[in-house]
């Protein structure tokens, strides 16, 4: 895989953008927890808190360009096992939206989005938990699967240069591509990204949060 298209694959774990179109790669989709949203115990309703497409068109600069990936909005956690099979162990998770957000999410959504002019892919996704504790387990549970992928031989080729503390999770790859995380309350927020500046997850994720009570 050249490094082109592994680092737009390492950003949605599902998408290849090649010659100004999108191509899904096969992966199986997994529920994180049996019934996930249908009888959900989190407090807060993951939906409140995703931004629209006019919001992400505005914040993107992108306009009409920025579409929806076909296939790629769902409330389903994917597992993508085309790109796990050859991952190391401890960085099958990169691909593995089961094992990045945990077993005890209560809700989930995730959208991914399209620029085809200039090459971007950016996504915002949001899992809800039970409680405030869950949440914060699940959080640090992330954390500590990227310390141990960031250990192996090939972890800078997913997570490249990387941060945290207590409410964030900061990953930035070679080229142009990162993800974020923030946690807050319930809920732990992801955004992933390429080919678009670093204030675009930044505006995009502080907009998530506002929207999450306290």
């Known amino acids: 895989m050249s490094s082109a298209a592994a680092r737009l694959a390492a950003l949605s774990a599902a998408t290849l953008l090649a010659a100004g179109c ?3 790669i096969a992966g199986s989709a997994t529920r994180a927890a049996p019934g996930i949203d249908d009888e959900s115990h989190s407090p807060v309703d993951v939906e409140s808190v995703m931004l629209d497409q006019a919001q992400m068109r505005a914040i993107t600069g ?3 360009s920025l579409t929806i990936v076909p296939s790629m909005d769902g409330k389903i956690p994917v597992d993508v096992s085309d790109l796990m099979n050859g991952t190391p162990k401890e960085c099958q998770w990169y691909f593995a939206e089961t094992q990045t957000f945990g077993q005890e999410v ?3 959504h995730k959208t991914t989005f399209q620029n085809p002019p200039d090459g971007g892919l950016i996504s915002e996704g949001a899992a809800a ?3 405030p504790e869950t949440a914060r387990h699940a959080f640090a549970d992330l954390v500590g699967r ?4 960031g250990s ?3 972890g800078s ?3 490249g240069d990387w941060t945290a503390d207590a409410n964030t999770l900061r990953m930035r790859s070679s080229g142009t591509c990162g993800r974020d ?3 807050k309350n319930v809920v732990l927020a992801e955004v992933s990204f390429c080919s678009f500046p670093d204030s675009v997850p930044d505006i995009i994720m502080t907009n998530i949060m506002d929207k999450v009570p306290d």
């Open 22 to 24: 999108a191509q899904t």
């Open 62 to 64: 992108a306009g009409e």
């Open 106 to 108: 209560e809700e989930f």
């Open 129 to 131: 938990y039970r409680d």
């Open 146 to 149: 990227v310390y141990d992928c």
């Open 152 to 154: 192996t031989e090939l």
């Open 157 to 159: 080729t997913f997570i």
């Open 181 to 183: 995380y923030r946690i």
